[in-house]
């Protein structure tokens, strides 16, 4: 069984930082392409970023580039996403998830995500 699980999320002031971490478990975690997808309230999913399996390869949406930085751990079977100069737009429910392969602009299907963890940007 798939088990993604987010921490690390908080509340953070415009212009701030958070490091949020997924541990993956029930699956060959090296074999895979992972993404990073966000909610926020009363909105659609929004798919964040993706990383090839090696590492090698990333990518971002517009509205992050520049600011996030997605990285993973294949020997602790880890996934981060580094985020910087916080928004009060960036608020939102921030899931680890598993794509069926490594594709930009794409949100897996929730069968396939962690339960998330809350990031708030807020003076």
């Known amino acids: 069984e798939v088990q993604l699980v987010e921490s690390g999320g908080g509340l953070v002031q415009p212009g701030g930082s958070l490091r949020l971490s997924c541990a993956a478990s029930g699956f060959t975690f090296k074999n895979y392409a992972m993404s990073w997808v966000r909610q926020a309230p009363g909105k659609g999913p929004e798919w964040v970023s993706v990383?090839?399996?090696?590492?090698?390869?990333?990518d971002y949406a517009d509205s992050v580039k520049g600011r996030f930085t997605i990285s993973r751990d294949n020997f602790q079977g880890r996934l981060y996403l580094e985020m910087k100069s916080l928004k009060p737009g960036d608020t939102a429910v921030y899931f680890c998830?598993?794509?069926?392969?490594?594709?930009?602009?794409?949100?897996?299907?929730?069968?396939?995500w962690g339960r998330g963890t809350q990031v708030t940007v807020s003076s």
């Open positions: 990383i090839s399996r090696s590492g090698g390869s990333v």
């Open positions: 998830a598993k794509p069926d392969a490594y594709r930009s602009n794409y949100v897996p299907p929730t069968d396939y």
